[in-house]
Protein backbone atom coordinates (compact mmCIF):
# COMPACT_ATOMS: atom_id res chain seq x y z
CA UNK A 1 0.00 0.00 0.00
CA UNK A 2 2.23 3.40 -1.41
CA UNK A 3 0.40 6.10 0.29
CA UNK A 4 0.06 4.24 3.87
CA UNK A 5 3.80 5.06 3.53
CA UNK A 6 3.28 8.93 3.91
CA UNK A 7 0.71 8.29 6.11
CA UNK A 8 2.58 8.28 9.41
CA UNK A 9 4.65 11.00 8.71
CA UNK A 10 2.59 13.39 10.66
CA UNK A 11 1.64 12.47 14.09
CA UNK A 12 -1.15 10.08 13.11
CA UNK A 13 -2.42 12.56 10.11
CA UNK A 14 -2.08 12.31 6.60
CA UNK A 15 -0.01 14.26 4.69
CA UNK A 16 -1.93 15.02 2.08
CA UNK A 17 0.39 17.31 0.22
CA UNK A 18 4.44 14.77 0.18
CA UNK A 19 1.38 11.92 -1.38
CA UNK A 20 0.43 14.36 -4.34
CA UNK A 21 4.05 15.17 -4.63
CA UNK A 22 4.93 11.60 -4.80
CA UNK A 23 2.31 10.67 -7.29
CA UNK A 24 3.09 14.05 -9.23
CA UNK A 25 6.87 13.59 -9.71
CA UNK A 26 6.74 9.49 -10.68
CA UNK A 27 9.18 9.07 -13.31
CA UNK A 28 7.63 6.91 -16.13
CA UNK A 29 10.23 7.69 -18.28
CA UNK A 30 13.62 8.14 -17.21
CA UNK A 31 15.19 10.50 -19.44
CA UNK A 32 18.27 12.46 -19.23
CA UNK A 33 18.34 16.23 -17.46
CA UNK A 34 19.69 19.07 -20.17
CA UNK A 35 20.85 22.19 -18.85
CA UNK A 36 19.22 21.59 -15.50
CA UNK A 37 15.76 20.67 -17.35
CA UNK A 38 14.97 17.32 -15.96
CA UNK A 39 13.11 15.82 -18.92
CA UNK A 40 11.73 12.55 -17.55
CA UNK A 41 7.83 12.08 -18.91
CA UNK A 42 5.52 11.98 -15.54
CA UNK A 43 2.11 11.52 -14.95
CA UNK A 44 0.88 15.49 -15.89
CA UNK A 45 3.35 15.00 -18.90
CA UNK A 46 1.13 11.85 -20.40
CA UNK A 47 -2.28 13.61 -19.68
CA UNK A 48 -0.97 16.61 -21.73
CA UNK A 49 0.14 14.14 -24.92
CA UNK A 50 -3.13 12.19 -24.51
CA UNK A 51 -5.09 15.90 -24.68
CA UNK A 52 -3.09 17.11 -27.27
CA UNK A 53 -3.92 14.26 -29.30
CA UNK A 54 -7.50 14.26 -28.66
CA UNK A 55 -8.04 17.38 -29.55
CA UNK A 56 -5.62 16.93 -32.85
CA UNK A 57 -7.75 14.10 -33.61
CA UNK A 58 -11.56 15.46 -32.80
CA UNK A 59 -10.82 18.43 -34.73
CA UNK A 60 -9.30 16.50 -37.63
CA UNK A 61 -12.59 14.05 -38.33
CA UNK A 62 -14.87 17.00 -37.09
CA UNK A 63 -13.62 19.34 -40.15
CA UNK A 64 -12.21 16.61 -42.68
CA UNK A 65 -16.07 16.73 -44.92
CA UNK A 66 -17.49 20.13 -45.07
CA UNK A 67 -21.12 19.56 -45.90
CA UNK A 68 -23.94 22.20 -45.27
CA UNK A 69 -25.65 20.44 -42.73
CA UNK A 70 -23.85 18.63 -40.46
CA UNK A 71 -23.98 15.48 -38.38
CA UNK A 72 -21.62 13.66 -36.09
CA UNK A 73 -18.30 14.79 -34.89
CA UNK A 74 -18.71 17.54 -37.14
CA UNK A 75 -21.67 18.99 -35.09
CA UNK A 76 -19.63 19.33 -31.86
CA UNK A 77 -16.64 20.77 -33.52
CA UNK A 78 -18.87 23.44 -34.78
CA UNK A 79 -20.70 23.91 -32.01
CA UNK A 80 -17.63 24.19 -29.89
CA UNK A 81 -15.76 26.82 -32.29
CA UNK A 82 -19.56 28.88 -32.87
CA UNK A 83 -19.75 29.12 -28.94
CA UNK A 84 -15.98 30.18 -28.51
CA UNK A 85 -16.61 32.54 -31.48
CA UNK A 86 -19.92 34.29 -29.91
CA UNK A 87 -18.72 34.37 -26.39
CA UNK A 88 -15.46 35.35 -26.03
CA UNK A 89 -14.35 36.77 -29.68
CA UNK A 90 -17.56 38.71 -30.54
CA UNK A 91 -19.02 39.78 -27.26
CA UNK A 92 -16.18 40.96 -25.56
CA UNK A 93 -13.68 42.32 -28.01
CA UNK A 94 -15.73 42.75 -30.87
CA UNK A 95 -15.04 42.27 -34.90
CA UNK A 96 -11.37 44.07 -34.64
CA UNK A 97 -10.59 40.66 -32.47
CA UNK A 98 -11.56 38.05 -35.05
CA UNK A 99 -7.85 37.53 -35.65
CA UNK A 100 -7.89 36.25 -32.26
CA UNK A 101 -10.63 33.43 -32.36
CA UNK A 102 -8.16 30.43 -33.49
CA UNK A 103 -6.27 31.29 -30.20
CA UNK A 104 -8.86 31.44 -28.21
CA UNK A 105 -10.50 28.63 -29.28
CA UNK A 106 -7.12 26.54 -28.78
CA UNK A 107 -6.43 27.90 -25.25
CA UNK A 108 -10.01 26.98 -23.93
CA UNK A 109 -10.35 23.73 -25.44
CA UNK A 110 -6.98 22.49 -24.13
CA UNK A 111 -7.77 23.72 -20.48
CA UNK A 112 -10.94 22.44 -21.06
CA UNK A 113 -9.45 18.89 -21.86
CA UNK A 114 -6.68 18.85 -19.32
CA UNK A 115 -9.15 19.82 -16.67
CA UNK A 116 -11.74 17.28 -17.46
CA UNK A 117 -8.76 14.46 -18.05
CA UNK A 118 -7.59 15.00 -14.58
CA UNK A 119 -11.12 13.39 -13.27
CA UNK A 120 -10.10 9.92 -14.81
CA UNK A 121 -8.79 7.46 -12.09
CA UNK A 122 -4.96 7.06 -12.80
CA UNK A 123 -4.12 10.24 -14.69
CA UNK A 124 -3.02 13.33 -13.00
CA UNK A 125 -4.07 16.93 -14.21
CA UNK A 126 -1.64 18.86 -15.64
CA UNK A 127 -3.80 22.41 -15.13
CA UNK A 128 -2.52 21.06 -10.82
CA UNK A 129 1.06 21.99 -11.77
CA UNK A 130 1.78 25.46 -11.68
CA UNK A 131 4.47 25.00 -14.19
CA UNK A 132 1.77 24.61 -16.72
CA UNK A 133 -0.21 27.24 -15.75
CA UNK A 134 2.32 29.77 -15.69
CA UNK A 135 3.50 28.70 -19.03
CA UNK A 136 -0.30 29.62 -20.40
CA UNK A 137 -0.64 32.77 -18.74
CA UNK A 138 2.62 33.56 -20.04
CA UNK A 139 1.62 32.98 -23.57
CA UNK A 140 -1.28 35.27 -22.63
CA UNK A 141 0.56 37.90 -21.09
CA UNK A 142 3.07 38.08 -24.61
CA UNK A 143 0.15 37.84 -26.90
CA UNK A 144 -1.63 40.67 -25.26
CA UNK A 145 1.13 43.30 -25.19
CA UNK A 146 2.65 42.25 -28.71
CA UNK A 147 -1.13 42.93 -30.12
CA UNK A 148 -1.15 46.65 -28.32
CA UNK A 149 1.80 47.50 -29.90
CA UNK A 150 1.56 46.32 -33.32
CA UNK A 151 -2.18 47.91 -33.16
CA UNK A 152 -1.17 51.41 -31.84
CA UNK A 153 2.88 51.76 -32.24
CA UNK A 154 5.03 51.36 -28.82
CA UNK A 155 4.87 55.04 -27.98
CA UNK A 156 1.27 55.55 -28.44
CA UNK A 157 0.65 52.01 -26.41
CA UNK A 158 2.65 53.05 -23.62
CA UNK A 159 1.28 56.18 -22.98
CA UNK A 160 -2.34 55.38 -22.92
CA UNK A 161 -1.19 53.63 -19.58
CA UNK A 162 -1.51 56.66 -18.42
CA UNK A 163 -4.72 57.97 -17.99
CA UNK A 164 -5.81 61.27 -19.96
CA UNK A 165 -7.32 64.58 -18.41
CA UNK A 166 -4.17 64.83 -15.89
CA UNK A 167 -4.74 68.99 -15.16
CA UNK A 168 -1.26 70.36 -17.03
CA UNK A 169 0.69 71.52 -13.54
CA UNK A 170 -0.05 68.15 -12.22
CA UNK A 171 1.40 65.85 -15.10
CA UNK A 172 5.14 65.75 -14.49
CA UNK A 173 4.55 64.17 -10.65
CA UNK A 174 1.32 61.92 -11.60
CA UNK A 175 2.04 60.45 -15.15
CA UNK A 176 4.58 58.71 -13.90
CA UNK A 177 2.81 57.61 -10.73
CA UNK A 178 0.27 56.51 -13.08
CA UNK A 179 2.60 54.59 -15.54
CA UNK A 180 3.88 52.57 -12.63
CA UNK A 181 0.98 51.69 -11.52
CA UNK A 182 -0.19 50.37 -14.28
CA UNK A 183 2.73 48.41 -15.82
CA UNK A 184 2.77 46.77 -11.66
CA UNK A 185 -0.81 46.19 -12.41
CA UNK A 186 -0.11 44.51 -15.90
CA UNK A 187 2.82 42.47 -14.69
CA UNK A 188 0.61 40.95 -11.73
CA UNK A 189 -2.32 39.97 -14.19
CA UNK A 190 -0.25 36.50 -15.02
CA UNK A 191 0.39 35.95 -11.80
CA UNK A 192 -3.19 36.29 -11.07
CA UNK A 193 -4.28 34.64 -14.28
CA UNK A 194 -2.11 31.19 -13.20
CA UNK A 195 -2.66 30.59 -9.82
CA UNK A 196 -6.15 31.54 -10.00
CA UNK A 197 -6.43 28.12 -12.41
CA UNK A 198 -3.67 25.96 -10.81
CA UNK A 199 -5.27 26.96 -7.18
CA UNK A 200 -9.12 25.63 -8.35
CA UNK A 201 -7.88 22.50 -9.75
CA UNK A 202 -5.00 21.65 -6.70
CA UNK A 203 -7.83 22.53 -4.14
CA UNK A 204 -9.89 20.24 -6.18
CA UNK A 205 -7.32 17.30 -5.54
CA UNK A 206 -6.76 18.38 -1.82
CA UNK A 207 -10.74 17.92 -1.31
CA UNK A 208 -10.85 14.71 -2.86
CA UNK A 209 -7.85 13.24 -1.15
CA UNK A 210 -8.88 14.67 2.09
CA UNK A 211 -12.30 12.41 2.06
CA UNK A 212 -10.07 9.46 0.89
CA UNK A 213 -7.65 10.13 3.30
CA UNK A 214 -10.25 9.88 6.58
CA UNK A 215 -10.87 5.83 5.15
CA UNK A 216 -6.98 5.53 5.71
CA UNK A 217 -7.21 7.02 8.85
CA UNK A 218 -9.82 5.06 10.38
CA UNK A 219 -9.46 2.18 8.85
CA UNK A 220 -12.75 0.81 8.95
CA UNK A 221 -15.21 -0.33 6.32
CA UNK A 222 -18.09 0.99 7.79
CA UNK A 223 -16.88 4.25 8.16
CA UNK A 224 -15.89 4.25 4.68
CA UNK A 225 -18.93 4.74 3.30
CA UNK A 226 -19.73 8.14 4.00
CA UNK A 227 -16.49 9.73 2.40
CA UNK A 228 -17.06 7.43 -0.52
CA UNK A 229 -20.49 8.95 -0.83
CA UNK A 230 -19.40 12.59 -0.77
CA UNK A 231 -16.39 12.26 -2.78
CA UNK A 232 -18.83 10.58 -5.51
CA UNK A 233 -20.60 14.08 -4.86
CA UNK A 234 -17.45 16.28 -4.68
CA UNK A 235 -16.28 15.30 -8.38
CA UNK A 236 -19.87 15.81 -9.75
CA UNK A 237 -19.02 19.70 -8.27
CA UNK A 238 -15.39 19.44 -9.83
CA UNK A 239 -16.65 18.73 -13.14
CA UNK A 240 -18.93 21.71 -13.25
CA UNK A 241 -15.51 23.72 -11.54
CA UNK A 242 -13.34 22.30 -14.35
CA UNK A 243 -15.21 23.28 -17.29
CA UNK A 244 -15.93 26.34 -15.43
CA UNK A 245 -12.56 27.22 -14.72
CA UNK A 246 -11.45 26.91 -18.47
CA UNK A 247 -14.68 29.59 -19.65
CA UNK A 248 -13.25 32.05 -16.88
CA UNK A 249 -9.35 31.29 -18.23
CA UNK A 250 -10.57 31.89 -21.64
CA UNK A 251 -12.86 35.36 -20.77
CA UNK A 252 -10.32 36.86 -19.52
CA UNK A 253 -7.65 36.41 -21.90
CA UNK A 254 -10.31 37.87 -24.41
CA UNK A 255 -11.10 40.71 -22.12
CA UNK A 256 -7.12 41.76 -21.62
CA UNK A 257 -6.97 41.58 -25.40
CA UNK A 258 -9.84 43.98 -25.86
CA UNK A 259 -8.20 46.20 -23.38
CA UNK A 260 -4.93 46.14 -25.91
CA UNK A 261 -7.04 46.45 -28.75
CA UNK A 262 -9.02 49.06 -27.79
CA UNK A 263 -6.30 51.44 -25.85
CA UNK A 264 -7.24 50.58 -22.43
CA UNK A 265 -9.13 53.36 -20.77
CA UNK B 1 7.79 25.86 17.64
CA UNK B 2 8.10 28.61 15.12
CA UNK B 3 6.08 25.16 12.94
CA UNK B 4 3.29 24.72 15.25
CA UNK B 5 2.94 28.87 14.62
CA UNK B 6 3.07 28.57 11.37
CA UNK B 7 0.58 25.90 11.05
CA UNK B 8 -2.09 27.77 13.97
CA UNK B 9 -0.89 30.94 11.08
CA UNK B 10 -1.94 28.56 8.75
CA UNK B 11 -5.43 27.82 10.04
CA UNK B 12 -6.42 30.81 11.11
CA UNK B 13 -5.72 32.80 7.82
CA UNK B 14 -7.42 30.41 5.66
CA UNK B 15 -10.44 31.01 8.40
CA UNK B 16 -10.36 34.44 7.58
CA UNK B 17 -10.04 34.42 3.70
CA UNK B 18 -13.10 32.06 3.68
CA UNK B 19 -15.45 34.02 5.62
CA UNK B 20 -14.81 37.68 3.44
CA UNK B 21 -15.13 35.08 0.35
CA UNK B 22 -18.23 33.54 1.34
CA UNK B 23 -19.48 36.78 2.40
CA UNK B 24 -18.74 38.06 -0.69
CA UNK B 25 -20.30 35.31 -2.77
CA UNK B 26 -22.90 35.22 -0.63
CA UNK B 27 -23.81 39.25 -1.60
CA UNK B 28 -23.12 38.16 -5.13
CA UNK B 29 -25.51 35.15 -5.01
CA UNK B 30 -27.92 37.42 -3.46
CA UNK B 31 -27.90 40.36 -5.92
CA UNK B 32 -28.60 37.73 -8.69
CA UNK B 33 -31.47 36.27 -7.45
CA UNK B 34 -33.30 39.64 -6.98
CA UNK B 35 -31.85 40.47 -10.37
CA UNK B 36 -33.90 37.58 -11.54
CA UNK B 37 -36.96 37.65 -9.51
CA UNK B 38 -37.39 41.55 -10.85
CA UNK B 39 -36.35 40.77 -14.37
CA UNK B 40 -37.11 37.00 -15.39
CA UNK B 41 -36.16 37.13 -19.01
CA UNK B 42 -32.56 38.64 -18.00
CA UNK B 43 -32.24 35.34 -16.02
CA UNK B 44 -29.51 34.50 -18.67
CA UNK B 45 -27.25 37.18 -18.82
CA UNK B 46 -27.55 37.29 -15.33
CA UNK B 47 -26.55 33.65 -14.59
CA UNK B 48 -23.11 34.22 -16.37
CA UNK B 49 -22.08 37.36 -15.04
CA UNK B 50 -22.56 35.85 -11.38
CA UNK B 51 -20.25 33.07 -12.49
CA UNK B 52 -17.53 35.49 -13.50
CA UNK B 53 -18.25 37.34 -10.77
CA UNK B 54 -18.03 34.15 -7.86
CA UNK B 55 -14.98 32.84 -9.80
CA UNK B 56 -13.02 36.01 -9.47
CA UNK B 57 -13.96 35.84 -5.94
CA UNK B 58 -13.28 32.36 -5.20
CA UNK B 59 -9.55 32.98 -6.82
CA UNK B 60 -8.97 34.88 -3.62
CA UNK B 61 -9.81 32.23 -1.19
CA UNK B 62 -7.12 30.26 -3.43
CA UNK B 63 -4.68 32.57 -2.97
CA UNK B 64 -5.52 32.13 0.82
CA UNK B 65 -4.75 28.81 0.34
CA UNK B 66 -2.00 28.81 -1.79
CA UNK B 67 -0.45 30.65 1.27
CA UNK B 68 -1.67 28.11 3.50
CA UNK B 69 -0.29 25.60 2.10
CA UNK B 70 2.91 27.19 1.85
CA UNK B 71 2.59 27.44 5.97
CA UNK B 72 1.93 23.65 6.31
CA UNK B 73 4.85 22.94 4.62
CA UNK B 74 6.98 24.29 6.60
CA UNK B 75 8.48 21.63 9.35
Redesign the interface.
Known sequence: MEPAAHATSNGGMIDILSIMHAEETKKIIKLPEILGVDLSITPPVVTLIIATLLICSLFYIGSKRKELVPHGIHVVVESIVLFTKETFVLDMIGRQGLHWWPFITALFIFILFNNILGLIPGMATPTSNINVTATLAIIVFLSVHVQGVVKHGAIKYLRGFVPSGIPGFMAPILGPFFFILELILHVFKPFALSIRLFANMFAGHVVLLSFIGLILMYKSYLIAIFPLALTIAIMALEIFFKMLQAYIFAILTSLYLSDAIHGGH | MAGSLAHLGAGIGMGIGALGTGLGIGIAAAKAAEGTARQPEASGMIRTTM??AA??I??IA??T??IA?LL??KP
Open positions: LIALEALYLVIMS
